[in-house]
C-alpha cells in the first residue's frame, strides 16, 4: 500500500492539547495533511513503517514532527532519539512542543538533535499564532533536506 506523505505528524497523547493543535493547524494558511499518533511507540512505528504501518512501502517521510515530551509507551525524548540516530530520519526536522519549562529537558532535546523546543502557552490565541507561525517557517520558508536513503 503507498499512501502520501504526511505533511506533519503530530504525535500527542493529551485529547485537549490534540484537539487544540489540530484545529490550529486547519488554520495555518496554507493547507496540510496531518498525521496523529498518540505515543511514542506508534510515532516511531508510523515513521519506520513497523506494526499497524507495516503494510505501507516506503514508510511515510513527514516533512515536520511536532513532538510531545510526556508520552506514554516511549518518551518523546526516547522517540527523539531514534529518529536522531536513524539516517533516513535524521533530516526530519522536529519541534518539541511541551508544556515542560524545565530547563534539563530543553537542554537534553537540543543535544539529542531537536530543531525547535517550544513551550506550550495556556492562552489559545497565542497557540494559534505559534501554530501559524511553525507551519509558515518549516513548510513554506525552510528548505528541507532530501530523503536520506536507508542503508
Same mark, same amino acid.
Given at each position: 500500500?503507498?499512501?502520501q506523505d504526511p505533511d506533519i505528524l503530530l504525535v500527542e497523547d493529551n485529547p485537549?492539547?490534540?484537539?487544540?493543535? /489540530?484545529?490550529?493547524? &486547519? &488554520?495555518?494558511?496554507?493547507?496540510?495533511?496531518?498525521?496523529?499518533?498518540?505515543?511514542?511507540?506508534?510515532?516511531?512505528?508510523?515513521?519506520?513503517?513497523?506494526?499497524?504501518?507495516?503494510?505501507?512501502?516506503?514508510?511515510?517521510?513527514?516533512?515536520?514532527?511536532?513532538?510531545? /515530551?510526556?508520552?506514554?509507551?516511549?518518551?518523546g525524548l526516547e522517540v527523539l532519539r531514534e529518529l536522531k540516530k536513524n539516517g533516513?530520519?535524521?533530516?526530519?526536522?522536529?519541534?518539541?512542543?511541551?508544556?515542560?519549562?524545565?530547563?534539563?529537558?530543553?537542554?537534553?532535546?537540543?543535544?539529542?538533535?531537536?530543531?525547535?523546543?517550544?513551550?506550550?502557552?495556556?492562552?489559545?490565541?497565542?497557540?494559534?499564532?505559534?501554530?501559524?507561525?511553525?507551519?509558515?517557517?518549516?513548510?513554506?520558508?525552510?528548505?528541507?533536506?532530501?530523503?536520506?536513503?536507508?542503508?
Open positions: 500500500m503507498e499512501a485537549e492539547d490534540l484537539a487544540l493543535a /489540530l484545529f490550529a493547524l &486547519k &488554520k495555518v494558511p496554507m493547507p496540510c495533511i496531518v498525521q496523529t499518533v498518540r505515543d511514542g511507540e506508534e510515532a516511531l512505528n508510523f515513521v519506520f513503517g513497523r506494526g499497524p504501518f507495516s503494510n505501507v512501502s516506503p514508510p511515510p517521510r513527514p516533512r515536520l514532527i511536532l513532538l510531545d /515530551l510526556k508520552l506514554p509507551k516511549l518518551t533516513s530520519t535524521r533530516g526530519i526536522p522536529v519541534v518539541i512542543m511541551t508544556s515542560s519549562s524545565q530547563e534539563k529537558d530543553l537542554l537534553e532535546c537540543y543535544e539529542e538533535g531537536a530543531n525547535s523546543y517550544i513551550q506550550k502557552p495556556i492562552d489559545f490565541s497565542e497557540f494559534q499564532s505559534i501554530i501559524n507561525g511553525i507551519g509558515s517557517y518549516w513548510l513554506t520558508i525552510n528548505k528541507a533536506a532530501p530523503a536520506a536513503r536507508a542503508f
